[in-house]
Each structure stands twice: as structure tokens, then as C-alpha cells.
């Protein structure tokens, strides 16, 4: 199995920044990609972007230009860098990976000030 914990939520006004970090651990050899999802209330989970083994990377329109995903394979660690957050940005953020299984984090809460 794979265990993912994100991090980096919080409340922050618009146009601010903030970095999630999402932090694989388990059986990660068998992870092809890893992606950032969305749900804002009354709203369906969104792809916000994901990362492959190889490194190429793909953005939901809302966020393309504002939003950047990285990853540091030493630390298992893949990062979502959120600059120009608006409220609309506002929403529980969930990482997924992907492979010989789908797995899911529990979430992290960013919530932008108008």
C-alpha cells in the first residue's frame, strides 16, 4: 500500500501564495504519478495538476499560469506551488497516486480571503 499525508493548507488572502506539500511513504516504487485534486463545497473533485515518473506535468484550466507541481524524489515529496490564489481557489486539497493502485490523502483545507 501507499500512505500520503498533505500539508500546507491554511487561510490566506487573495493574490497570496502557499505551497502544499504531499508526502508519499509505503510502497511507493510502484506510484506512476502523483496528482492534486480539489472539492469545494457543493462542488465535484477537480484535477488541479498531477506529475508523472517521468516528470511530465498537466494543469486544470482554472488554475494553468498561477500553479506550479514539483516533486523531490529523495523525499518522496510532491509540492503544489500556489501563487495568485483567489477565492475560488477555496477548497479541500487532496493528492492521488497512481500505479499498481490508487491512493488518496486525506486532505488539506486552503481557504482564500477575499
Known amino acids: 500500500q501507499v500512505q500520503l499525508v498533505e500539508s500546507g493548507g491554511g487561510l490566506v488572502q487573495a493574490g497570496g501564495s502557499l505551497r502544499l506539500s504531499c508526502k508519499a511513504s509505503g510502497f511507493t516504487g510502484r506510484i506512476n504519478a502523483i496528482g492534486w485534486y480539489r472539492q469545494a463545497p457543493g462542488k465535484q473533485r477537480e484535477l488541479v495538476a498531477f506529475?508523472?515518473?517521468?516528470?511530465?506535468?498537466n494543469y486544470g484550466d482554472p488554475v494553468k499560469g498561477r500553479f506550479t507541481i514539483s516533486r523531490d524524489s529523495t523525499k518522496n515529496t510532491v509540492y503544489l506551488q500556489m501563487n495568485s490564489l483567489i477565492p475560488e481557489d477555496t477548497a479541500v486539497y487532496y493528492c492521488?497516486?497512481?500505479?499498481?493502485?490508487?491512493?488518496w490523502g486525506q486532505g488539506t483545507q486552503v481557504t482564500v480571503s477575499s
Open positions: 492521488k497516486s497512481e500505479g499498481r493502485g490508487v491512493y
Open positions: 506529475i508523472t515518473i517521468g516528470g511530465s506535468t
